[in-house]
């Protein structure tokens, strides 16, 4: 699980917006640029080029 002081700290790779936390806990989502950052084995995986567009799920 994701500590809060971490999602309070991190900031969208792209275009340095917020990130919210989804529903499942499985990653988190940027509104602006409308991506995906996936969680994997409590890690954000933080790279731009392995976040899925929110129209791909």
Not at 28 to 33: A, F, R, S
Not at 43 to 48: A, N, T
Request: charged letters at 40%; a negative charge.
């Amino acid at each position: 699980m994701i500590s809060q002081e971490l999602l309070d700290i991190l900031a969208c790779p792209k275009c340095k917006g917020e990130l919210r936390l989804t529903e499942k806990k499985d990653g988190l989502v940027c509104e602006n640029c409308k991506l995906l950052y996936e969680i994997r084995e409590d890690i954000p995986i933080m790279l731009i080029d392995e976040a899925k567009k929110l129209d791909e799920q």
